[in-house]
């Protein structure tokens, strides 16, 4: 499976951007996709997921209610819609796919992923 991520940008603090992550190859065999990022100096953290089957979703307490994971399977699409932007939400963000059964339990986890997009950069300014 290839991911290719886009959508980033500098956008002021309070403002909105949408992340897509396009996936190819064998998408049929793709459980859960996510979104992670990463701060410089920071290490990667979990952002959001969304079975590809069912819809059903997981959000980091740090953008629920704020960030909206959903997917197009038509298109081969997940976007991530970014709502109510903060300084802290400036990272590099990464869509990545699970072609594993994985537990909800594991969605937030990094290393159960195996294919990883090539991010893209989400800038929000003070």
């Known amino acids: 499976v290839q991911l290719q991520a886009s959508g980033g940008g500098l956008v002021q603090a309070g403002g909105s951007l949408r992340l897509s992550c396009v996936a190819s190859?064998?998408?049929?065999?793709?459980?859960?996709m996510g979104w992670f990022r990463q701060a410089p100096g920071k290490e990667r953290e979990f952002v959001a997921a969304?079975?590809?089957?069912?819809?059903?979703?997981y959000y980091a307490d740090s953008v629920k209610g704020r960030f909206t994971i959903s997917r197009n399977n038509a298109k081969n699409t997940v976007y991530l819609q970014m709502n109510s932007l903060k300084p802290e939400d400036t990272a590099v963000y990464y869509c990545?796919?699970?072609?594993?059964?994985?537990?909800?339990?594991?969605w937030g986890r990094g290393v159960e992923y195996e294919h990883w997009g090539q991010g893209t950069q989400v800038t929000v300014s003070s």
């Open positions: 969304i079975s590809w089957n069912t819809g059903s979703t």
């Open positions: 190859g064998r998408t049929f065999s793709v459980y859960v």
């Open positions: 990545a796919a699970a072609v594993v059964p994985l537990r909800p339990t594991g």
